[in-house]
């Protein structure tokens, strides 16, 4: 069995070839409905592995229902947050032997509420880029003075630190940063046409033939259109994480076999662990967890009970859930796996709980006798200082954990 589990670990996604059925070009929108690949291959294609025809069938177009054929479900509800991050601590502390890292986390949480405190919310932000030029600049000016007088207190707070440790030198430059980048948000929901690169017009003149043909979007408010930050959304979040320590890495196609269909996994970003080199091993680093960058806008608050289903849809839920399952082989919690789920500037953490034998039963397969839970938060706002604050000693504890071997 080991050497089973060690050739799919190693495996090489194969070449394409030329597909026999050519996609509709609407296949590929985001505002086309989910096609069930059982039903019509379109969605899919054919590869050639060791010489022979297999279904490609990527998780970009997976479906909860696709999900749920793995045995792996998505909770009812959200868990509350403190049993959430315990669980996970514990998982990890007992996987890696190592500490909860406690005088760390508690140093640095400390320091992040008394100095990181500015607040923002992005929507609201967005509103007021309709106001009159002269508005929005004494606008932004009060938020310039704000961002700088909590960055100059993170200096005074610095004079504490010992700057011959590796984590109390990273911490001020990182949050030196995270200021400049939401300094830099703030602009470009306030003027989106300077800083979008004409996005915004481009965006509008979609909208308008969308209503020319019946296809109007319902929207309650001017949310941000999230084709114009996705890209410095997704860089927005790396920088979030590095004010905890943890630093991206390179990101790998992972490949799994499930009813006779090939099924590869891209993460939007990974944080992972490297072990020591070793004279003749290949490094094969394991995963602390794994990041989803998706379009909906997450509205879901503290004092709501919808599903996480009801939030983001189906078929997100299917990519997510399936992203996970790709990651537990490269787990360094297998063959549990942790994730995040970043819309705009909200924060989900999901975690799916598996038996060991599941991940082999599905590549041999086997039928299945066991299931997958995922559990998942709240959602948290990056730019939110009391969410932020909730959140800390659980990036804190991820962050000193990727640099321990450091």
């Avoid at 500015?118 to 880029?129: E, G, K």
């Avoid at 300077?194 to 020319?212: F, M, P």
């Avoid at 983001?312 to 992203?323: C, E, P, T």
């Amino acid at each position: 069995m080991e050497s089973k589990l060690s050739d799919l670990r190693t495996s090489s996604f194969p070449k394409k070839r030329k597909m026999k059925v050519e996609l509709p070009q609407t296949c590929t929108s985001d505002e086309e409905p989910y096609t069930d690949p059982s039903a019509s291959v379109d969605c899919c294609e054919t590869v050639l592995v060791d010489g022979k025809e297999h279904v490609y069938f990527p998780v970009s177009k997976w479906d909860y229902e696709d999900l749920k054929n793995l045995n792996i479900f998505f909770e009812e509800r959200p868990e509350p947050f403190e049993e959430f991050m315990l669980e996970v601590k514990e998982n990890f502390m007992w996987k890696c032997d190592c500490p909860d890292f406690n005088e760390d986390v508690r140093t640095f949480s400390q320091m992040l509420k008394e100095t990181v405190a500015f607040s923002y919310d992005l929507q609201t932000v967005c509103q007021l880029s309709k106001h009159m030029y002269k508005n929005k600049k004494a606008i932004e000016q009060k938020i310039i003075d704000e961002i700088e007088c909590d960055v100059q207190k993170a200096k005074e707070g610095e004079k504490d630190l010992n700057l011959n440790d590796l984590l109390n030198r990273k911490w001020m430059p990182a949050v030196k940063r995270f200021a400049e980048e939401t300094l830099k948000l703030i602009k470009m929901s306030l003027y989106p046409l300077e800083e979008g690169d004409l996005l915004s017009v481009k965006i509008e003149r979609e909208k308008e033939r969308k209503r020319a043909i019946g296809q109007e979007r319902k929207e309650n408010s001017p949310d941000v259109p999230q084709d114009c930050f996705g890209s410095f959304l997704k860089h927005f979040s790396s920088v979030f994480g590095q004010m905890f320590f943890l630093e991206p890495d390179s990101v790998t196609r992972k490949t799994f076999y499930f009813m006779d269909k090939l099924v590869d996994s891209t993460p939007d970003s990974c944080y992972l662990i490297h072990r020591e080199p070793v004279p003749g091993v290949i490094d094969a680093p394991e995963s602390i967890l794994s990041v989803s960058q998706v379009k909906q806008t997450i509205k879901m608050n503290d004092g709501t009970s919808l599903s996480l289903e009801e939030q983001l849809g189906s078929r997100v839920l299917g990519q997510i859930g399936a992203g996970l399952f790709a990651e537990t082989n490269f787990s360094l919690i297998k063959p549990n796996s942790l994730g995040i789920i970043y819309s705009e500037t909200k924060i989900i953490f999901v975690y799916l709980k598996l038996q060991n034998d599941h991940y082999v039963d599905v590549l041999l397969k086997t039928p299945l006798t066991t299931e997958g839970r995922i559990s998942y938060t709240q959602p948290f706002d990056m730019l939110n200082a009391e969410d932020r604050l909730k959140i800390s000693d659980f990036f804190y504890f991820l962050g000193c954990l990727q640099n321990k071997n450091k």
